[in-house]
C-alpha cells in the first residue's frame, strides 16, 4: 500500500548498528513482493528470522479441479459451504485459474496454536460475517462486517474471532494487489476522483514485541504445497518497522459510489487491481437520474473475461431470487443480463441498496469439486420467462 507507515522504534538511518538493551543487535529484514523494485518495509525483529528448528512433512494443498472446462452460467451457494472449527481447513477454494484462486470459509474458531504465511500469493480476505483481530508482527488489524483484509505474500498472520459465526470470501492473487493505478497520482496519492482515499485505509496499530525463544509453529504455502516449519523465536517479534508494505484494511462501507445521469460501467466499481483480473464493490447508491434512465444494466457478452458476483446484502437490482453468499460466474463468450422483469422493474427506482463483490479475471475460472457440490443446477434457465 503506498502510504508510508512506522511502529515500534527503529534505528535513525537503515542498515546501522541498532542494539538491544543488553547490547546485542536487533535482527533488520528487508520484506517486499517484487525484489527491489517496488514496495518494501524494513523490519526489526529481536531474533534473526531464519532459526528453523524442525520441518514437518509437507502435504498437498492444492485446490481438485472437478469442471475444467465449461461454458455455462454458473450459480454456487456460497453459504452451504459447511462451518469447520479450523481456519485453514475451512477455507474451500471454489474457483480457480493461473492468476487467482477464490475460496469460501466459515472458520469457528482462532487460530491459537500455529500461525500461518501465504508465500505464493497475496491474500485479500472479505469478512461476510463475523468480526475479529488480524494479528501480525507488523501489529494488529481489528475487523468487522464489509472490511477486505489486504496481506501481501510472505506476512506470518494469525486471525481471532470475536464468535464462531463467521463467513469469509477470499481471494489469493499470485500477483501483488494493488489500488487501481488510474486513481493513484505519479506519486501513488490516490487522486480526487477516486472512490476512496488514505483516510479509508486501515494500517496496523498496537504493535506488541514478542520477545520469545520456544516452538513456533508455522504453516507455509508455496507451490501448491502446506510446509510445516517449527521455528526456535516468535514470529511477532518485531521491535519496530518501517515502509510501504505491510497487511492493511478497507471497508467497503467506505466506498464512495461513482454514480450518472446514465448507466455506469463495471471500472467505476473498481476497488483492487491483480494481474489479470480487478475486484470490485457494488454498494448502496442513488440510481442514475436522466428521466428516462434505464438503472438496471444492458446484456453484455463480457468475452475478454468472466465475471463472478458474491452477492453480500441488500435487493440485486439486476437479479431474481438471490441470496446472502451466492456467486455466480457469468462465463466469457456468450451473453448475460438482466434477469426478466429486473429492467422494467427498475425504471424510475431512486436507489439501490445492494452490497456485492465481483471479479473479473481475464483467463477462464475453472470449478473445483467444493464448488461442484453447492452448485445450483438451474441457474442458466433462469432467464427464461417462465422461471
Ligand atoms: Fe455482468
Not at 496499530?205 to 504453516?219: A, I, N, R, S, Y
Not at 507455509?220 to 502446506?226: N, P
Not at 463480457?302 to 463472478?308: G, M, Q, W
Not at 422494467?344 to 441498496?353: F, P
Given at each position: 500500500m503506498p502510504i508510508y507507515h512506522s511502529l515500534g522504534k527503529i534505528p535513525a538511518k537503515r542498515h546501522t548498528v541498532f542494539r538491544k538493551d543488553d547490547?546485542?543487535?536487533?535482527?533488520?529484514?528487508?520484506?517486499?513482493?517484487?525484489?527491489f523494485s517496488s514496495l518494501y518495509s524494513l523490519v526489526y525483529h529481536c531474533h534473526p528470522p531464519t532459526i528453523v528448528k524442525d520441518l514437518g512433512e509437507p502435504y498437498n494443498v492444492e485446490p481438485k479441479i472437478a469442471r475444467e472446462k465449461h461454458l455455462r452460467h454458473t450459480s454456487l451457494l456460497g453459504f452451504k459451504i459447511k462451518p469447520e472449527a479450523d481456519y485453514l481447513k475451512s477455507r474451500k477454494p471454489v474457483l480457480v485459474n493461473s492468476d487467482l484462486h477464490i475460496s469460501l470459509a466459515a472458520p469457528q474458531t482462532s487460530m491459537s496454536d500455529y500461525y500461518y504465511k501465504n508465500?505464493?500469493?497475496?491474500?485479500?480476505?472479505?469478512?461476510?460475517?463475523?468480526?475479529?483481530?488480524?494479528?501480525?508482527g507488523f501489529?494488529?488489524?481489528?475487523?468487522?462486517?464489509?472490511?477486505?483484509?489486504?496481506?501481501?505474500?510472505?506476512?506470518?498472520?494469525?486471525?481471532?474471532?470475536?464468535?464462531?459465526?463467521?463467513?469469509?470470501?477470499?481471494?489469493?492473487?499470485f500477483s501483488p494487489i494493488r489500488t487501481p493505478k488510474r486513481y493513484r497520482n505519479a506519486f501513488g496519492q490516490m487522486e480526487e476522483h477516486a472512490p476512496f482515499c488514505e483516510r479509508d485505509i486501515k494500517r496496523p496499530t498496537q504493535l506488541?514485541?514478542?520477545?520469545?525463544?520456544?516452538?513456533?509453529?508455522?504453516l507455509i504455502k508455496k507451490q501448491g504445497m502446506m510446509y510445516p516449519y517449527t521455528y526456535?523465536?516468535?514470529?511477532?517479534?518485531?521491535?519496530?518497522?518501517?515502509?510501504?508494505?505491510?497487511?492493511?484494511?478497507?471497508?467497503?462501507?467506505?466506498?464512495e459510489p461513482i454514480t450518472?445521469?446514465?448507466?455506469?460501467?463495471?471500472?467505476?466499481?473498481?476497488?483492487?487491481?491483480?494481474?489479470?483480473?480487478?475486484?470490485?464493490?457494488?454498494?448502496?447508491?442513488?440510481?442514475?437520474?436522466?428521466?428516462?434512465?434505464?438503472?438496471?444494466p444492458y446484456n453484455h457478452s463480457n468475452v475478454d473475461s468472466d465475471e463472478v458476483l458474491y452477492y453480500v446484502d441488500g435487493d440485486f437490482m439486476s437479479r431474481k431470487s438471490v441470496e446472502k453468499g451466492q456467486i455466480t460466474l457469468h462465463p466469457g463468450g456468450i451473453p448475460h443480463g438482466p434477469h426478466p422483469g429486473t429492467?422494467?422493474?427498475?425504471?424510475?427506482?431512486?436507489?439501490?441498496?445492494?452490497?456485492?463483490?465481483?471479479?473479473?479475471?481475464?483467463?477462464?475460472?475453472?470449478l473445483t469439486q467444493d464448488a461442484v457440490d453447492i452448485e445450483d443446477e438451474s441457474y442458466h434457465k433462469s432467464w427464461q420467462t417462465s422461471s
Amino acid at each position: 500500500m503506498p502510504i508510508y507507515h512506522s511502529l515500534g522504534k527503529i534505528p535513525a538511518k537503515r542498515h546501522t548498528v541498532f542494539r538491544k538493551d543488553d547490547g546485542t543487535l536487533y535482527a533488520e529484514e528487508l520484506v517486499s513482493t517484487e525484489g527491489f523494485s517496488s514496495l518494501y518495509s524494513l523490519v526489526y525483529h529481536c531474533h534473526p528470522p531464519t532459526i528453523v528448528k524442525d520441518l514437518g512433512e509437507p502435504y498437498n494443498v492444492e485446490p481438485k479441479i472437478a469442471r475444467e472446462k465449461h461454458l455455462r452460467h454458473t450459480s454456487l451457494l456460497g453459504f452451504k459451504i459447511k462451518p469447520e472449527a479450523d481456519y485453514l481447513k475451512s477455507r474451500k477454494p471454489v474457483l480457480v485459474n493461473s492468476d487467482l484462486h477464490i475460496s469460501l470459509a466459515a472458520p469457528q474458531t482462532s487460530m491459537s496454536d500455529y500461525y500461518y504465511k501465504n508465500s505464493q500469493a497475496d491474500e485479500v480476505i472479505f469478512i461476510h460475517e463475523g468480526s475479529g483481530t488480524l494479528k501480525t508482527g507488523f501489529g494488529q488489524i481489528p475487523f468487522e462486517y464489509g472490511d477486505y483484509l489486504v496481506i501481501p505474500r510472505g506476512t506470518i498472520y494469525q486471525i481471532h474471532f470475536n464468535t464462531s459465526e463467521n463467513r469469509l470470501f477470499i481471494v489469493e492473487s499470485f500477483s501483488p494487489i494493488r489500488t487501481p493505478k488510474r486513481y493513484r497520482n505519479a506519486f501513488g496519492q490516490m487522486e480526487e476522483h477516486a472512490p476512496f482515499c488514505e483516510r479509508d485505509i486501515k494500517r496496523p496499530t498496537q504493535l506488541e514485541t514478542f520477545d520469545e525463544v520456544g516452538d513456533f509453529k508455522v504453516l507455509i504455502k508455496k507451490q501448491g504445497m502446506m510446509y510445516p516449519y517449527t521455528y526456535g523465536t516468535h514470529p511477532f517479534d518485531f521491535v519496530g518497522w518501517d515502509g510501504f508494505h505491510y497487511p492493511w484494511a478497507f471497508s467497503i462501507h467506505n466506498f464512495e459510489p461513482i454514480t450518472g445521469r446514465l448507466h455506469q460501467p463495471p471500472p467505476v466499481h473498481q476497488t483492487f487491481e491483480g494481474h489479470n483480473f480487478v475486484i470490485c464493490s457494488f454498494v448502496p447508491r442513488m440510481y442514475d437520474y436522466h428521466p428516462l434512465a434505464i438503472p438496471a444494466p444492458y446484456n453484455h457478452s463480457n468475452v475478454d473475461s468472466d465475471e463472478v458476483l458474491y452477492y453480500v446484502d441488500g435487493d440485486f437490482m439486476s437479479r431474481k431470487s438471490v441470496e446472502k453468499g451466492q456467486i455466480t460466474l457469468h462465463p466469457g463468450g456468450i451473453p448475460h443480463g438482466p434477469h426478466p422483469g429486473t429492467v422494467e422493474k427498475s425504471i424510475g427506482q431512486a436507489k439501490t441498496e445492494e452490497l456485492a463483490v465481483m471479479i473479473d479475471p481475464f483467463r477462464p475460472l475453472m470449478l473445483t469439486q467444493d464448488a461442484v457440490d453447492i452448485e445450483d443446477e438451474s441457474y442458466h434457465k433462469s432467464w427464461q420467462t417462465s422461471s
